[in-house]
T-cell receptor, first 114, second 110 residues
Framework: NAGVTQTPKFQVLKTGQSMTLQCAQDMNHNSMYWYRQDPGMGLRLIYYSASEGTTDKGEVPNGYNVSRLNKREFSLRLESAAPSQTSVYFC?????????????FGPGTRLTVL | EDKVVQSPLSLVVHEGDTVTLNCSYEVTNFRSLLWYKQEKKAPTFLFMLTSSGIEKKSGRLSSILDKKELFSILNITATQTGDSAVYLC??????????FGKGTLLTVNP
């Protein structure tokens, strides 16, 4: 049981380049989330997917797109990277079958945009 | 806007000390209050507190939820250097999303 996995672990981009961050979970969870974490800012929600086939904006969605490919996979795309998107990105998932929502996190992707 | 405020933002103690970390939250559509520990990697789950479970304990760590005053505390007794981490508090609402505080950086010196 790998839990939540993310690829890549590290990435350096130039301004204007695009890339996709991949996330997969093997816990049969219904909901998946993308966060970014900046120094002193805690975790901020970018997008989430309550269930397969649905996606919704979180607190900081500008500059990002997401795809819930199937129940296991949820990808985050940066179409035209900007230095302000330099951050650590975490994917998370939870079962969302009741009110109580303990989320499980992947190991993170450290992205630098030059 | 859902707000979660943690204090202090950072704390330095010596091994063996007891620490108390604070988290206040807004009540709108409150469902749960979660604590996570984050070392230099992904956050790991510690406790979840809800209306039906306002006290949790695991070893040297314990947490309570005060629903009237809208805060939670995380206590760590007999701290060890391995307790050094960022401790994150998160509020769960009716839309299932978690709103995180900025975290408390705890440093435990030998």
């Amino acid at each position: 049981n790998a839990g939540v996995t993310q690829t890549p672990k590290f990435q350096v981009l130039k301004t204007g380049q695009s890339m996709t961050l991949q996330c997969a979970q093997d816990m049969n969870h219904n909901s998946m989330y993308w966060y970014r974490q900046d120094p002193g800012m805690g975790l901020r929600l970018i997008y989430y997917s309550a269930s397969e086939g649905t996606t919704d904006k979180g607190e900081v969605p500008n500059g990002y797109n997401v795809s819930r490919l199937n129940k296991r996979e949820f990808s985050l795309r940066l179409e035209s990277a900007a230095p302000s998107q330099t951050s650590v990105y975490f994917c998370a998932s939870d079962i969302r079958d009741r009110s109580y929502n303990e989320q499980f996190f992947g190991p993170g992707t450290r992205l630098t945009v030059l | 806007e859902d707000k979660v405020v943690q204090s202090p933002l950072s704390l330095v103690v010596h091994e063996g000390d007891t620490v108390t970390l604070n988290c206040s939250y807004e009540v709108t559509n409150f469902r749960s209050l979660l604590w996570y520990k984050q070392e230099k990697k992904a956050p790991t789950f510690l406790f979840m507190l809800t209306s039906s479970g306002i006290e949790k304990k695991s070893g040297r760590l314990s947490s309570i939820l005060d629903k009237k005053e809208l805060f939670s505390i995380l206590n760590i007794t007999a701290t060890q250097t391995g307790d050094s981490a960022v401790y994150l508090c998160a509020r769960g609402g009716s839309n299932y999303k978690l709103t995180f505080g900025k975290g408390t950086l705890l440093t435990v010196n030998p």
